[in-house]
């Protein structure tokens, strides 16, 4: 991309940033791929992204979610 966007990924900074932005799913929009390399590319960061992004918080959710009720489950037998 650097190659076809030099103004955009001109450093290591603006291509951490880049990666952090769309591997968190936040995707600000200030940089993105314009060449079909690296919009497949980006296709597999954000399927990593999401994975390790939705995974962990269905985990801790479903964890929470059992915690609530059984706080609800014993406040009905008292």
Do not use: H, N
């Amino acid at each position: 991309e650097r190659g076809a966007q030099p103004e955009v990924f001109r450093s290591v900074f603006s291509s951490l940033w880049w990666a952090v932005t769309t591997l968190t799913t936040v995707g600000y929009g200030d940089s993105y791929p314009v060449t079909l390399g690296g919009r497949i590319f980006t296709f597999f960061v954000l399927m990593i992204g999401l994975g390790v992004v939705a995974i962990p918080s269905g985990i801790v959710a479903a964890a929470l979610a059992k915690v609530r009720e059984g706080e609800t489950k014993s406040g009905m037998e008292d």
